[in-house]
């Protein structure tokens, strides 16, 4: 007898009770594993998680938990090879394999790297600047993230056993929040060995990932308003999920992503031999075959100008069959199994009931090749096309999902046409456009993205380097509306934000500082003691302040800095001109000039911990400069990021320049390198 597979509870090992359900090899029919999670404590693994795995990860800052991201996906990359095996019993090719487990794993170094660069080495995550809220500003707004105190619930399709799992995973952890991860049971093996090279890893800390192989049993009946579910599978068990007592009683932040009847238009500019037109056939033979069409994006529905569908047809039908089906651990097969003989009838059936609205062009039949394994013990199935010749009446090219390589060719007589078609999906993940038209491009965009979570635009300057009308990526959300689920995952920081409640914080401008370690306008400002250049990154203190010298422009400065850098704009060279502007009443100071007198009066010019200016953000003029005028800098301490390991930090300083009547001609904010204690000690 196969053995069980483990469930990860309260940090071990578990065996469910019972003999639980056999999982076949996609492959050649042979069982792989035995599963089931009877007799777990479920409301035990919810405490769990909430007061051990939510408490530790909540101890790290957000770059902490990228760091240990970035550690567990270098490891997960050292044992990549072991997960390579056994993917292929889930019918998965080689490169089906690489994006599951390579790509999956490279969603953690997205994250743990958006982590370190765009969230602040921090427990608090500021949404935005502060809201004015008072004439006199001692009364602000704030919105601020912080992490959610339940546990993140993540139930995954069969068809992505790893990816499917880490793409949830790392913006959770990242939030600070801990996973209790249910991977679908046909191919949870996979997600179980790679769960089992995570925890002895022993990179994540206590309590910060559970795993249930099986039923997730009275789970939901122990649900609070602090969790979070993210669903991946189908329409149907996401309705039933989300209409759970508890969930809806306790409003549980609930993201799905479902089924989809994903389309792609081939623009009418994509005639037979340009390269779009080559590229649309590429596409969709990949999209087709890729995963054996177990992908919920992949392409199910093909928009293409009626006038040369029949060229459209003849085209797929003859790359579809260079397709090599069979053992995907053989080198020589293109495409491997469906996940289970059971997923095999039932995209036959789907296909059936296609057949009644589409003609099968190319497939559809039982009678094909396969290589090196044996057809009646594997789940293959052949690549079947479909031709609809009334797309706009017939419902079941829309709306049935065939969870495989099936696609249905839908031809249209003008862009409108197009359009209302691919709506007809009532909802996507993921859409293409293939033209070199960028007149057709934007139309088609602007007709079709309300239905949309992603579109992929697709011509020939592009296409070498696309990622494809299929691929998610970590920096863009992957989610759609309507029957895709109205959910949303990753997009970079925005997908870590699912984790976090937002909160709008009201208070004065010392208090919100306080809050966010970020200076606000209108808090204290500190006397450093010494210029604040002369300190390191330790001993900066947010707040710690400069007030400079005063400086006059005059006119010969004005006309000395135009020729110096060329900057001749009539604005600053010409007396007359420059008046008639609505803005001036004359020659005026450039704006870089007044921002580099402005470094002229806050540097400190001797050797020091600052190391480097990287940059300014918000640079913003307020009021013009006219030569006579008075300068002076008031410099803060706004905000520090400690880059760990580096020897320095990101020192933000809000700098404000005023007139000699004290009114803001230019404000924004310098950015610096700053020396930490040891590094800067190493240099003296
Ligand atoms: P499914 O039956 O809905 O299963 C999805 C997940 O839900 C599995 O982990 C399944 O576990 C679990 N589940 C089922 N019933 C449950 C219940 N009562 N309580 C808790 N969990 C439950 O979907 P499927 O047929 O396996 O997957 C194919 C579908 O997923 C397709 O329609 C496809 O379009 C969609 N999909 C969507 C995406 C996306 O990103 N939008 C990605 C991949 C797939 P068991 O396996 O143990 O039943």
Redesign the pocket.
Known sequence: MTSKLGNLVLDEWVDGDGDGNTLISAVNGEPVAR?TSDGLDFADMLQHARNVGGANLRQLTFHERGEMLKALAQYLMEHKKEFYGLSTETGATRSDSWVDIEGGISTLFVFSSKARREMPNDHVYLDGPPEQLSKNGTFLGQHIYTPKLGAAVH??????PCW?MLEKLGPALIAGVPAIV?????T?YLTELMVRRIHASGILPDGALQLIC???GNL?DHLNCQDTIA????????E??QEHPRVVSESVAFT?????LNSSILGPDALPGTPEFDLYIQEVTREMTAKAG????AIRRIIAPASFAGELVEALAKSLGEIRIGNPASKDVDMGALASQG?RD?VRDRVNELSHQADIVYGGTDDFDVVDADAARGAFFMPTLLHCQRPLTSHAVHSV?A?GPVSTVLPYTNLDEAIELSRLGEGS?AGSIVTNDNAVARKLVLGTAAYHGRIVVINRHCAAESTGHGS?LPHLV???PGR??G?E?MGGIRGVKHYMQRTAIQGSPQTLTAIGNRWIRGADQKDPGVHPFRKTFEQLEIGDTLVTDSREVTLEDIQHFADFTGDTFYAHTDEEAAAKNPFFEGRVAHGYLIVSFAAGLFVDPDFGPVLANYGVDDLRFAKPVNYGDTLRVRLACKQKTLRAGTGYGEVRWDAEVTNQDEEIVAQYDALTMVATNEQWASVQ
Do not use: M, R, W, Y
Request: aromatic share 12%; net charge negative.
């Open positions: 599963i139930i995954n399709a069969f068809n992505f499917g249910k991977p679908a049971s046909s949870a099986g039923s997730v939901f669903f991946t599978g189908s329409k149907n068990t996401a039933f999920l799905a992503e479902t089924d989809s177990q992908k919920c994006t997923q039932e999902e969870f993940l998610p992957h989610g759609g895709a689920g959910g995952e």
